[in-house]
């Protein structure tokens, strides 16, 4: 009786040792009793409770994570997010890194250092901003930066999708960003989901921001704090989930709106099976998703034997 | 056999030995030399082409001593003072440079002589002669007037009163020879006899230190060269750290088999003497040089140069190991990006005491940021401001002017919520052209999506309607 039990933990163990090599996140549906001490640290909480929950306790503390918007127009919101999820990770001195082509700052808009500190808190001393004209050298950059242990995080911004922008490409994003030991945000502006290394995915769209407070109550009509629609297109442990977050620059963190609609919105976390066989109908659902039709381009699609790497990578276990 | 205009007529400027056999002149009309001889080719002179052949001569003979300057339009003057024995002694030196340029394509006249004057008269007047010091005077005597370098003016004149040779004018009393002929004969003479100092300015600055090595094989490949440039870094290691000092910038010269010099200067935001680094820093630059750089039949000399140095005190190591990370990797990270793709590649935001929008902050080269400035400066920037400005506003299209509505890049925004205005004057205390105010509105269209417009207050003397632009985009 013994006997398995301690078997399964060996399993359980050298598998946790596998995802670390991998870099992919511990595991979280195949145990739920280790996941607590074996992956907390790495994580990087979004300060909203239920998305953390289904993120399993937040984004990768290290490594890669993308962050998509579905339009060029909608580039402030999915910056502001990627912004508010450097600014957590770097906190009030961290140094972090902005490199992006000169084709997105000039679509996009150029960084513009005092609205990050008044709205992100990320102080003008604290910014690094890499521009290049070439896309490979933009990449360059960013491999270089994001093997530097001393930056607190690295947001590479590049606009649709690039052929140079591969599965190897960001497989060695994310190792380089794991061996410094910090997070890499790819924000990819008007981008599809396409298949990359990244173990997390979340696309970003604009919501109508929060009303100022004031002594009597929110003020009608006002513009507050910027308000974020938050879904999860891929991950290892999440089901498809949207959330409607707003950006608390004081507690920096995000606060998480009108739960009751967003409740009904997200679908319940799949449950961990006894036997590791994925019976949960929540989660034949997730599998079964298929790449998205207009999902890059045909030559984007990887060989046969990569194909595991594409969105869910649920059945390569 | 080159032809040049003088007075308004073709006349020949410079001719090869073949032209030369024929009795032809330098001087000699066009018109005449084609009468006599119909066959010769002719060839415009073409100076500026003759000066940049001179110019990467030049360069080449960097690899005989630093101090390399230009004669006139057709000579140099190399000051190879404690630069001989390198190379087996002064003949050594000028059948090395001789049959190195003789193996170019080049004709050329050298002479070697303990001052510069004696040396050029015994280069155009003597062909390849070492003068030993103190024989100055016995090499110059018997030749003509030019080979104290004189103008052709006072040779004349000199000539008129019947002095003929250099020997026939240094034993006239220099008194009258002063007064007739200015200052200038005697002190040439003084100068090519070594009475008087002549101050030769090089071309290039010499830099403070330099390592080089000498290849009996050439090589051409990158990877060799970096090699190489390790070897090199460790000597000048040695040599900057005796004198407490590390290089901020450093060059490498490539001397090509057949006479090209190629420079490749990298900078370093610190001073640095660490091989390591200074070969990293070299791999950017040669991995983004690659294709400008033609190996060609390969390079037979190396040489690195610390071209600025500063003071740079060694730290005392960890026993424990290496310190942690700090902000020196992101110094280096800084240099290599750079040194491949450029300054105004990575750059720091510098916060600007100004209400403008775009003049509130500077972007500056990573190396030009004052290391006191970084970290956690206390700044205060005005409230409300969007977090991607753009570089240029781009006009936007009011649709039903009331409402803020307006149309931006073909799509039409539906503003639901505005704010503002907030003016913005323009600096009329630096700007002297007249700019108009700004009314700025922060808007939320009904996808949520928020942006920064302006009005521009049209000036009282233009009768026009305000423009609407917009400036930027809110998280």
């Not at chain 1, 998305?51 to 994570?65: I, M, Q, R």
């Not at chain 2, 000066?51 to 001569?57: I, K, Y």
């Not at chain 2, 003016?153 to 007739?180: D, I, N, Y």
């Not at chain 2, 090595?213 to 750290?241: F, H, N, W």
């Amino acid at each position: 009786m013994a006997k398995p039990a301690m078997a399964r933990d060996a399993v359980r163990v050298l598998r946790h040792q596998i995802a670390k090599m991998e870099g992919r996140l511990a595991e979280r549906l195949q145990s739920s009793d280790t996941c607590g001490t074996g992956s907390s640290a790495a994580l990087l909480a979004t300060g909203a409770p239920r998305l953390d929950a289904t993120l399993g306790g937040g984004l990768p503390a290290a490594g890669l994570t993308e962050i998509h918007s579905a339009i060029t127009r909608d580039a402030g919101a999915a910056t502001g997010f990627a912004l508010a999820m450097m600014s957590r990770a770097a906190g009030e001195n961290g140094l972090v890194a902005w490199i992006g082509t000169g084709e997105i700052f000039r679509e996009a808009g150029h960084p513009y250092a005092p609205g990050l500190a008044e709205r992100f808190g990320i102080l003008p001393g604290t910014l690094l901003l890499g521009e290049t004209e070439k896309l490979a050298d933009v990449l360059w950059i960013a491999e270089e930066a994001a093997a530097l242990g001393r930056l607190a995080g690295i947001l590479l911004e590049l606009r649709g999708s690039p052929s140079l922008l591969d599965l190897k490409t960001t497989q060695r994003l994310h190792r380089r960003a794991l061996s410094g030991n910090h997070p890499l945000f790819l924000l990819r502006q008007a981008s599809p989901s396409e298949p990359t290394a990244a173990p997390v995915r979340l696309m970003v769209a604009p919501i109508a921001a929060g009303s100022r407070l004031t002594l009597r109550g929110p003020l009608y009509g006002s513009i507050g704090p910027p308000g974020f629609r938050v879904s999860v297109d891929k991950s290892r442990v999440s089901p498809p989930a949207t959330f409607n977050l707003e950006w608390n620059l004081q507690t920096r963190s995000f606060e998480e709106r009108d739960h009751v609609s967003a409740a009904t919105d997200s679908v319940a976390l799949a449950a961990a099976t006894a036997d590791g066989s994925h019976s949960s109908p929540a989660f034949r659902e997730v599998v079964a998703l298929a790449p998205s039709p207009g999902g890059g381009a045909p030559g984007g699609q990887p060989p046969g034997e990569q194909h595991p790497a594409h969105r869910r990578a649920r059945h390569r276990r | 056999m080159v032809s040049r205009r003088e007075n308004n007529t073709q006349r020949i400027a410079a001719l090869d030995t073949g032209a030369e056999t024929l009795g032809l002149k330098p001087g000699m009309g066009i018109a005449d030399a084609r009468a006599m001889h119909p066959s010769i080719e002719v060839v415009e002179a073409d100076p500026e082409a003759d000066r940049r052949l001179l110019e990467s001569l030049a360069d080449w003979c960097d690899r005989y001593t630093p101090l390399v300057a230009l004669d006139g339009a057709d000579g140099l003057i190399l000051d190879i003072t404690g630069c001989s024995h390198l190379f087996g002694g002064e003949r050594a030196l000028l059948d090395d440079l001789l049959s190195r340029l003789f193996h170019q394509g080049l004709e050329a006249r050298a002479g070697l002589a303990s001052t510069a004057g004696a040396a050029w008269a015994a280069a155009r007047f003597h062909g390849s002669q070492v003068v030993a010091a103190g024989q100055e005077a016995a090499l110059i005597e018997p030749l003509p007037l030019a080979s104290l370098r004189l103008e052709r003016e006072t040779c004349a004149g000199l000539e008129s009163v019947g002095l003929h040779t250099a020997g026939a004018v240094m034993q006239v009393a220099r008194a009258p020879l002063v007064r007739r002929f200015g200052k200038k004969v005697v002190r040439r003479i003084d100068q090519a006899l070594g009475h008087v100092e002549e101050a030769i300015s090089p071309r290039l600055p010499v830099p403070a230190f330099s390592v080089e090595r000498q290849l009996s094989e050439p090589v051409s490949l990158t990877g060799d060269i970096e090699k190489l440039l390790l070897l090199l870094a460790k000597g000048l290691k040695d040599d900057l750290e005796q004198r407490g000092k590390g290089a901020e910038r450093l060059q490498l010269l490539l001397f090509r088999v057949d006479g090209a010099v190629s420079r490749i200067t990298v900078g370093a935001s610190r001073p640095l003497r660490d091989p390591a680094i200074i070969g990293k820093l070299f791999h950017e630059r040669l991995s983004a040089l690659q294709d400008d750089i033609d190996a060609g039949y390969g390079f037979d000399l190396v040489r690195l140069s610390a071209l600025e140095v500063s003071g740079l005190d060694a730290v005392q190591s960890d026993l424990v190991g290496p310190q942690a990370p700090s902000e020196e990797d992101v110094a280096l990270f800084a240099d290599r990006v750079r040194a491949r793709l450029g300054a105004e590649s990575l750059l720091r935001p510098v916060p600007v005491a100004s209400h403008i929008p775009e003049g509130a902050v500077r972007l500056a080269p990573f190396a030009e940021v004052p290391a006191a400035g970084r970290g956690s400066a206390a700044v205060s920037f005005v409230r409300e401001r969007p977090i991607r400005l753009l570089r240029h506003p781009d006009p936007v299209e009011m649709v039903a002017p009331p409402a803020l509505n307006f149309r931006w890049r073909r799509a039409v925004h539906h503003v639901v919520r505005a704010e503002g205005p907030e003016r913005i004057a323009p600096e009329w205390w630096r700007d002297e052209t007249a700019t108009p105010t700004r009314d700025y509105f922060r808007v939320e269209d009904e996808d949520g999506r928020r942006y920064w417009l302006f009005r521009e207050i049209p000036l009282p003397a233009v009768e026009r309607s305000s423009r609407w632009f917009i400036h930027g985009l809110f998280a």
